[in-house]
């Protein structure tokens, strides 16, 4: 992750744009259901797409699907964001299948079939990139802790691990010596059973496109964007905390934590602001990305001014 996160403007597409193009009027009505505290998730399940997130009763518009689905980070494909879409189009998605096992009761391994089952929700939430750049993005999943109390945990874990597909052949970023591939990230298992914690398999009422992370990817909108790792293969209930990909390649950059804190800088930029993608200027950049009555009892007695 490095800090030329300038957005070209070509990047941008107006919602007005977005909707003309799968054809819904641009008047569709904002259905906003339910709205808990300062600002988010918005849990409402509409027909088409929710037109904003409510945040301390500024709205916040969704970021276009063209710029969601053409600006990624994704290392497996490339380190250029606007690459990713194009690199990644052939990428196989199914059949896919996700290893749940560790320290649990009923390991399970679940299929595309098996994820369908789920009832599948619309969250929109902030993304928030370490790089500080962010987006709004409606999501379609299942919160985590559905699938965690179907293996049924052990007293005993208590951290959750992810691990993202390894297949050099499929993912020619893998080839890059750099990381330790594949891409690992890790919860503990408080933060992995948190309702706001999302296993997410769409995006703008549509099944993920690969660069998004397809099939199934965590979305954990409190946390840097770089813990919502994608294309899982593998989840681990466990009792130490994961060491992840970030971890390992920057220790002094990307800790365990992540969480989206304004006042903890990054070693090499300020995290107070952010560029919301398709908009100018900058936003203030929430402590936990704007959810904070969600989840800031996790951390209570912790020094957050550590928590990087
Ligand atoms: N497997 C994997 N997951 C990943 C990444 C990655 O490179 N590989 N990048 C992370 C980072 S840094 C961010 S900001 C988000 C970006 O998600 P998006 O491309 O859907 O916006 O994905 C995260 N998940
Ligand atoms: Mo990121």
Same mark, same amino acid.
């Given at each position: ?32 259901? /339910? ?10 399940? !509409? ?6 997130? /409510? ?16 600006? #990624? ?11 990713? =879409? ?29 994820? #369908? ?20 993005? !409606? ?9 965690? #109390? ?5 007293? /005993? ?32 298992? *408080?933060? /992995?059973? @948190? ?19 397809? !099939? ?14 994608? =294309?899982?293969?593998?989840? *681990? ?10 971890? =390992? ?22 995290? =107070? ?33 550590? @928590?990087?």
């Amino acid at each position: 992750m490095d800090t030329s996160e300038i957005t070209p403007e070509n990047v941008y597409l107006s919602r007005r744009e977005f909707l003309k193009g799968i054809g819904i009027a641009s008047t569709s009505a904002i259905i906003l259901a /339910a709205c808990k505290g300062q600002g988010t998730p918005v849990t409402s399940i !509409p027909s088409t797409p929710t037109g904003t997130v /409510a945040d301390d009763g500024e709205k916040e518009p969704l970021t276009s699907f063209e710029a969601i689905t053409n600006y #990624n980070n994704y290392y497996e494909f490339s380190t250029d964001k606007e690459a990713v =879409a194009r690199l990644s189009k052939d990428f196989p998605i199914s059949p896919w299948k996700i290893e749940v096992g560790g320290l649990v009761n009923k390991p399970k391994t679940f299929d595309l079939d098996d994820l #369908n089952k789920f009832s599948i929700q619309e969250r929109v939430y902030r993304l928030r990139c370490v790089e500080a750049w962010s987006m709004v993005i !409606p999501w379609m999943g299942f919160p985590l802790a559905e699938l965690l #109390n179907e293996v049924e945990p052990t007293s /005993a874990a208590k951290f959750v691990r992810f691990e993202t597909l390894y297949d050099p052949n499929k993912m020619p970023g893998q080839n890059n010596s750099w990381y330790e591939w594949p891409y690992v990230e890790g919860l503990r298992l *408080d933060e /992995a059973m @948190n309702d706001l914690t999302l296993l997410a398999t769409g995006l703008y009422g549509k099944n993920l496109l690969p660069q998004s992370g397809a !099939p199934a990817r965590l979305v954990v909108p409190w946390k840097y964007g770089f813990k919502s790792i994608k =294309a899982i293969v593998k989840i *681990d209930l466990v009792e130490e905390m994961p060491t992840s990909l970030w971890m =390992a390649a920057a220790p002094n950059e990307y800790g365990f934590y992540a969480n989206v804190n304004p006042d903890v800088s990054h070693p090499r930029w300020s995290q =107070a602001t952010e560029r919301r993608i398709g908009e100018t200027g900058r936003r203030k950049t929430l402590m936990f990305n704007g959810y904070a009555d969600e989840v800031a009892h996790l951390y209570s007695g912790m020094d957050l001014s550590a @928590n990087y």
